[in-house]
């Protein structure tokens, strides 16, 4: 019963209010920015089209699962005011692929924090152990979310576990890159042309794990 409950909600709060969340020719970044193409290129070909109700539950909660803890940390409050400026913020840019067609790619920031020239964005992160850098895939990720809404600076926020067995923070601040934004373009550019013309890439995992089974893989991110 509560994990019927706790991906009920997962799959309210991942997918929102889109009766066919998942479409060719809308990318999500956090999807893009997954290492292994193939991975991306099943999400996109087992999800599309799907009604969110349609999708398994054990699949929710691994595609959301560090829901809890960003829904936790955008609660936080400071004197009785909320701590975030925003959170969820949607932003999206418009790309163009070969024949002129065209794509999006449309993500939500996690938080925002400040107001004008002082604005920071911030992506939340639930990870096993604190990493001691920041990953490339969460990079690109929150580089993403700050080209689109015209925002130079950034940070990464883990939230993970130490060799003790505690709960730890670390922070990764970052300042917007164009290198990163054409890099994450160009997936999607790639991955669309893929989808429409039906053909699989190969897995780049060492095991050929999504190769071999067609599935949706947690990379630990």
């Excluded at 950034?154 to 990163?180: I, K």
Aim: aromatic share 10%.
């Amino acid at each position: 019963m509560l994990k019927q409950l706790l991906a009920d909600y997962c799959r309210k709060t991942y997918f929102g209010n889109n009766p066919q969340p998942v479409k060719i020719g809308v990318y999500r970044p956090s999807v893009l920015s997954w290492s292994c193409v193939r991975r991306q290129w099943n999400y996109y070909k087992e999800l599309s089209g799907k009604k969110p109700e349609e999708i398994p539950d054990d699949l929710v909660l691994l595609l959301s699962g560090g829901i809890v803890f960003h829904r936790l940390i955008q609660s936080f409050k400071e004197d009785g005011k909320p701590y975030w400026s925003a959170t969820e913020v949607e932003c999206s840019i418009e790309v163009e692929v070969a024949g002129g067609q065209k794509i999006k790619i449309v993500g939500h920031a996690d938080a925002i924090k400040g107001k004008g020239i002082e604005k920071t964005v911030y992506e939340f992160k639930h990870v096993r152990s604190l990493p001691s850098n920041a990953y490339f895939q969460h990079i690109l990720q929150l580089n993403f979310y700050m080209g689109a809404m015209g925002i130079t600076r950034g940070v990464l926020l883990y939230v993970g576990y130490l060799s003790n067995g505690g709960l730890a923070v670390r922070e990764f601040p970052r300042l917007y890159s164009d290198w990163h934004m054409e890099h994450l373009i160009t997936r999607a550019q790639t991955l669309h042309t893929l989808l429409v013309n039906n053909q699989a890439p190969r897995c780049s995992c060492k095991d050929k794990k999504c190769e071999m089974t067609n599935q949706i893989y947690d990379t630990g991110a």
